[in-house]
């Protein structure tokens, strides 16, 4: 199993920024990729932007150019940097793991991915 626990959330407003943390521990040697979502009231679960062990990036539209999504593979954690932020980026954001032998479905689908952390509030205020 692994445990994943996000951090970094919180209020803003428009245009500023922020960092999103994703901590994993546990049986973390089998992760090949990393991923955000997010999820707002009323809303699916969306991808935001997912990385490989590798170093390879995918974004949904919505975030390109203004979300940075990073990993340290030795400190099995990964992040998410948030740039001129909307109030359209409100939304709960949930880190994900994906290990080998979990169904492929593409790199911003939620069932390509194992595991799962609680989530962390964003707030946008304009």
């Known amino acids: 199993q692994v445990q994943l626990v996000e951090s970094g959330g919180g209020s803003v407003q428009a245009g500023g920024s922020l960092r999103l943390s994703c901590a994993a521990s546990g049986n973390t040697g089998g992760i090949i990729r990393w991923g955000w979502f997010r999820q707002a009231p009323g809303k699916r679960r969306e991808g935001v932007a997912s990385?490989?062990?590798?170093?390879?990036?995918t974004y949904a539209d919505s975030v390109k150019g203004r979300f940075t999504i990073s990993r340290d593979n030795a400190k099995n954690t990964h992040y998410l940097i948030m740039n001129s932020l909307k109030p359209e980026d409100t939304a709960m954001y949930y880190c994900?793991?994906?290990?080998?032998?979990?169904?492929?479905?593409?790199?911003?689908?939620?069932?390509?991915?194992?595991?799962w952390g609680q989530g962390t509030q964003v707030t946008v205020s304009s």
């Open positions: 990385i490989q062990f590798d170093g390879g990036t």
């Open positions: 994900a793991a994906r290990v080998s032998g979990t169904d492929w479905r593409g790199p911003l689908r939620d069932s390509s991915y194992t595991f």
